[in-house]
């Protein structure tokens, strides 16, 4: 099941790893689409989540989300993380969830972006 702070960490990543553009290339072209997934997290997904996803799947948005979707999920109960924050830590630097001072700058950033559109949403 999908929970909240998977869910605000899915839109955190887009905003901080691609600023939306699913053709994004980053660390010399091994980092790729939406989430900026690297081969290695394709492989890590497909071994957790028992699936079968493609390098090439990276640039698809629905299928980078759909894995992006199941890391986070397994990562927030594995690691007993709640908090979106910590959570996209954990993705920048999975082996131990410390990530750069100017990647957690650019999260923190995005979060108070997300927290200022979220503020003018209706909610009924």
């Keep these: 099941m ?11 990543l887009v905003q901080v790893e691609s600023q939306g553009y ?9 980092a790729v689409g939406l989430f900026q997934m690297h081969p290695c ?9 028992h699936t079968h996803y ?3 799947d990276r640039s698809d948005p629905w299928k980078s989300h ?11 109960k594995h690691y ?4 979106p ?16 001072k100017s990647y957690r700058v650019k ?6 972006h997300l927290a200022d559109v979220l503020a003018d949403v209706p909610v009924e």
């Design 80 to 83: 007993h993380i709640s908090s």
């Design 107 to 112: 999260v923190k950033q995005a979060l108070s």
């Design 41 to 49: 997290m394709v492989d890590e997904v497909n071994r957790l989540g």
């Design 85 to 100: 924050i910590d959570l996209a830590y954990r993705w920048n630097h999975p082996a131990s969830g410390k990530a750069r």
């Design 22 to 30: 699913n053709n994004k290339k980053g660390d010399g072209g091994r």
């Design 54 to 56: 493609k390098y090439s």
């Design 66 to 76: 759909a894995m992006a979707t199941l890391w986070l999920t397994w990562a927030s």
């Design 2 to 12: 999908i929970t909240n702070v998977v869910i605000v960490t899915l839109a955190l």
